[in-house]
């Protein structure tokens, strides 16, 4: 009886050329060779960056013979920030440092709780979680000036806010006559420092703001403002249908006194329902007053308008001709019944599909990488025709956006491979991925979508589908920012997703993940 030993396999590649990286160069000159993949990809980049036009043209939501230039201005901060600053302020000139205190003894407020009429919303006692009386020593009376300010707020005690987007909690819970706030703030030159008492006595350090460039002689006062309160209830236009009234105290100068002066900051263009009112009486002085002192982000005010990732629109488009040819890059093989001959020259099934996702990951991550660039170049002016942007963008946030895009859309390449590996068969394969990927993204906009209002919780709209689909990684896109302090909604319209940037994209990187996984379980138990 003679024995035979089997021989281990030997690749029939030439010695020196069976490296995982041979392998990789030869999967990418399959690619290259194939017109109509090369093309699907420059199509992906064509029409990423051609969107552009057509996201531009749309932003134009002020038509007319003046143009952009005639539309409403929305004040900006001192950072070019779009701000809300409409508020009243009982208020007099005060030079160089100095010192401004007061007792807030009560903060009241109306609520609206039936529809508008052609004036004034219907409204009855209540108070909205932001809205706030305070101090605050302001630049000046235009909207937009940099000011900072110490405030009680509804439900969100005391506050130290300053410059529209930043804020710092103080002492915590309401106010009243037999628990009264005393607020301070000190202004050092371009420095005003913030402090918090529930005695007069005891003074706690809440802040500290820098203000650069604030000019020598600024405006020192009191003021209430409603907040901007975004609901369903609220049904006046403007959503400004919340009124706040503080009652103010012991009210302390260090600089000379000259007498109260008040104004409605905003003046009547910023959509008001009514004016704010001030009263002084029996050692006390009251201020009521509709209106919002913070960010427009969100729905609130011009917060929902032209933002640098509209520039990113067509990703949408522009990821399936990727997608047709991720899942063909392997579907094709099985149809052609060449998969056979990939699979003899490479007996490891793990490391063909391994190449194959490097090759096709990496096409999909320049084609976006080239795409976004593109599209935030040409972009950039031409939304600034359509009217200024919404929001500054620090270079940071730029790269994170072309380099998230390119990041998105390799993952997406390499699910749709996996899709194409597991069916086996082009258009099912086709059509399952963009299923999976794509559709979930118009599910979004639909009954699914919700919105989400900032204090409930963090995110935007959207709803789960951009929580649990491939579809959260255009979270990546997301340029514009939301805040704490402002009862806005954060809707898929305006651009907010409810993952942040990077858990997005982690949502996508699983299900490619898990894609794969399963695809090279079944590409080694299956027969070529």
């Known amino acids: 009886m003679t024995t035979e030993t089997a021989a281990p396999h030997r690749s029939s590649l030439p010695p020196g050329r069976d490296s995982f990286w041979h392998l990789v160069h030869a999967e990418w000159t399959k690619f290259r060779t194939v017109r109509g993949w090369v093309i699907a990809a420059l199509v992906t980049i064509v029409a990423i960056t051609a969107f552009v036009f057509v996201a531009s043209d749309a932003s134009r939501s002020c038509a007319g013979p003046g143009g952009p230039s005639a539309c409403p201005t929305q004040p900006t901060g001192p950072g070019g920030a779009p701000v809300i600053d409409a508020f009243y302020f009982a208020h007099q000139p005060v030079t160089g440092s100095g010192t401004i205190t007061v007792q807030l003894t009560s903060l009241a407020g109306q ?3 039936g529809p508008a009429g052609p004036g004034a919303p219907q409204l009855a006692p209540g108070l909205a979680p932001w809205s706030k009386a305070g101090i605050i020593i302001k630049e000046n009376t235009s909207a937009g000036s940099a000011y900072a300010a110490m405030m009680v707020t509804g439900s969100n005690g005391v506050r130290m806010q300053w410059d529209y987007v930043n804020d710092t909690p103080g002492l915590t819970g309401g106010v009243s006559a037999s628990a009264p706030r005393w607020l301070r703030l000190v202004r050092d030159g371009g420095t005003i420092t913030g402090y918090d008492s529930a005695d007069g006595a005891h003074w706690r350090l809440v802040g500290t703001a820098t203000l650069p460039g604030l000019t020598a002689t600024v405006q020192a006062g009191l003021f209430a403002a409603g907040s901007f309160y975004a609901s369903d209830s609220c049904t006046y236009d403007s959503n400004f249908c919340t009124r706040a009234t503080g009652v103010f105290r012991h009210i302390g100068l260090s600089w000379p006194a000259t007498g109260w002066t008040g104004t409605n900051v905003g003046g009547p263009n910023f959509g008001l329902p009514g004016p704010g009112t001030f009263r002084q009486s029996a ?10 002192i913070g960010p427009a982000a969100g729905d609130a005010f011009g917060g929902s308008g032209l933002s ?24 094709a ?3 052609r019944r060449l998969i056979w001959v990939s699979l003899t020259a490479v007996p490891r099934r793990g490391r063909l599909l391994a190449a194959k996702a490097v090759v096709i990951g990496a096409v999909g991550f320049a084609a976006g990488l080239v795409a976004a660039a593109l599209a935030i170049a040409v972009g950039l002016p031409l939304l600034g025709r359509a009217g200024p942007l ?13 380099v998230g895009t390119g990041a998105l859309l390799a993952l997406a390449a390499v699910l749709a491979l996996a899709i194409g590996t597991i069916v086996r068969r082009s258009a099912p394969a086709v059509a399952l991925a963009i299923a999976v990927i794509i559709v979930p993204y118009l599910f979004s906009f639909g009954p699914l979508a919700g919105r989400q209002a900032q204090g409930s919780g963090p995110g935007g709209g959207g709803g789960w589908p951009l929580r649990f689909t491939p579809a959260a990684a255009l979270s990546v896109q997301q340029a514009v920012p939301q805040f704490h302090q402002l009862a806005a ?16 994209l982690a949502v996508e990187c699983g299900w490619a993940a898990v894609a794969l996984a399963l695809a090279f379980f079944l590409l080694r138990r299956r027969d070529a």
Do not use: C, H, K, N
């Open 283 to 292: 050692g006390a002085l009251t201020i009521a007053s509709f209106g919002d």
């Open 333 to 335: 093989e099985y149809r």
């Open 489 to 504: 909604l954060y809707s898929l319209q305006a651009g907010y997703y409810p993952l942040a940037p990077w858990a997005g």
């Open 111 to 113: 609520v609206e709780v």
């Open 390 to 402: 919404a929001w500054p963008v620090s270079l940071l946030t730029e790269a994170r956006l072309v």
């Open 308 to 331: 640098l990732q509209r520039a990113l629109a067509g990703t949408f488009f522009g990821m399936i001709p990727l997608i047709v040819a991720a899942a063909m890059f392997i579907t």
